[in-house]
């Protein structure tokens, strides 16, 4: 990958996702890392693929089923649940450096 690049590219992530009938096959897929498989079922979940006059529902270009975006959500929080609980609310993500006054030098 080029460093330009980045890793979430919609219409590449959206063609993988759409070799899936189902969010539940992104997750057991071997092959794909937790963040790949999170960039596949963000492809899957984003607005663009929202189905007419059903925007609950999301059906990629070529896919012969819609699916409840909350399927596809719901996958993504499995996902979030291997990664670990997050930070608590309101406290910092990463300790602050503690200051201390400096020593006096002996004999000043």
């Not at 992530?13 to 596949?40: G, H, Q």
């Not at 006059?53 to 409840?68: D, F, Y």
């Amino acid at each position: 990958m080029k460093s330009n690049q980045t890793l979430f590219d919609i219409h590449a992530n959206s063609i993988l996702a759409a070799t899936y009938s189902d969010p539940s096959e992104v997750l057991a897929d071997p092959v794909l890392t937790s963040l790949e498989k999170r960039c596949v079922l963000a492809a899957w979940a984003s607005d663009a693929f929202a189905v007419e006059n059903n925007p609950w529902l999301r059906q990629l270009p070529g896919s012969s089923a819609a699916i409840p975006v909350g399927r596809i959500l719901s996958a993504l929080r499995d996902l979030d649940e291997e990664d670990g609980p997050p930070p608590l609310s309101g406290a910092p993500a990463v300790r602050l450096p503690i200051f201390e006054e400096p020593k006096v030098a002996v004999g000043c």
